[in-house]
């Protein structure tokens, strides 16, 4: 590819039109990987994607992938962001406040919602995963990625991916069903 061609089709982020274009492209989608892997509490996630986008904001010029490449970049600082939070806080959260936004995290998420009827134990359940695994978790049913996508995201084989998934449902599916009316069986 030419690459006056390529520098056209993807300017540099160290550009602000170009940093203000990813931001508006993906500002939401940080928020609800954010807010998920928060377990469900929006100020921690609203926190969590502010710093995530000054932490690239400052990081701008080093980033060399396109704007498309620009999401997976931004959902490794917002991991890494909660990541040093929980560090520093050292305190494990629990999930008290959720956001209208949680109604439209996708269709994989509502279904599971649906069938448990009680969104507060689902994120308190998907809390309890150990953070890879809820961060997979998430990559794929609030996300709604590939196991493909999730494991180049995060530098590990589809089947590591694949069965780190399976863990955290399994695991969830206990969790869930324990809380679940006996209803006469």
């Given at each position: 590819?030419?690459?006056?061609?390529?520098?056209?089709?993807?300017?540099?982020?160290?550009?602000?039109?170009?940093?203000?274009?990813?931001?508006?492209?993906?500002?939401?989608?940080?928020?609800?990987?954010?807010?998920?892997?928060?377990?469900?509490?929006?100020?921690?996630?609203?926190?969590?994607?502010?710093?995530?986008?000054?932490?690239?904001?400052?990081?701008?010029?080093?980033?060399?992938?396109?704007?498309?490449?620009?999401?997976?970049?931004?959902?490794?600082?917002?991991?890494?962001?909660?990541?040093?939070?929980?560090r520093l806080e050292k305190v494990e959260r629990v999930s008290d406040a959720l956001d209208d936004d949680?109604?439209?995290?996708?269709?994989?998420?509502?279904?599971?919602?649906?069938?448990?009827?009680?969104?507060?134990?689902?994120?308190?359940?998907?809390?309890?995963?150990?953070?890879?695994?809820?961060?997979?978790?998430?990559?794929?049913?609030?996300?709604?990625?590939?196991?493909?996508?999730?494991?180049?995201?995060?530098?590990?084989?589809?089947?590591?991916?694949?069965?780190?998934?399976?863990?955290?449902?399994?695991?969830?599916?206990?969790?869930?069903?324990?809380?679940?009316?006996?209803?006469?069986?």
């Amino acid at each position: 590819m030419d690459v006056a061609l390529h520098h056209h089709l993807s300017p540099p982020l160290a550009d602000p039109a170009a940093f203000e274009a990813v931001y508006q492209r993906y500002h939401r989608q940080i928020f609800r990987y954010a807010i998920a892997l928060c377990g469900g509490c929006a100020g921690d996630a609203e926190d969590i994607t502010a710093e995530t986008f000054l932490r690239a904001w400052s990081g701008r010029a080093r980033f060399a992938g396109s704007q498309e490449q620009a999401l997976g970049w931004l959902l490794a600082i917002a991991r890494h962001t909660l990541v040093d939070r929980r560090r520093l806080e050292k305190v494990e959260r629990v999930s008290d406040a959720l956001d209208d936004d949680l109604a439209d995290l996708g269709r994989p998420l509502e279904e599971i919602v649906l069938r448990h009827a009680d969104l507060q134990a689902v994120l308190a359940a998907v809390h309890t995963l150990p953070l890879s695994q809820r961060e997979i978790f998430i990559l794929r049913y609030v996300m709604d990625w590939k196991v493909k996508d999730i494991a180049r995201q995060l530098s590990i084989s589809e089947n590591a991916a694949s069965v780190a998934l399976h863990r955290a449902m399994k695991h969830l599916r206990s969790i869930l069903n324990a809380k679940e009316p006996d209803h006469g069986r």
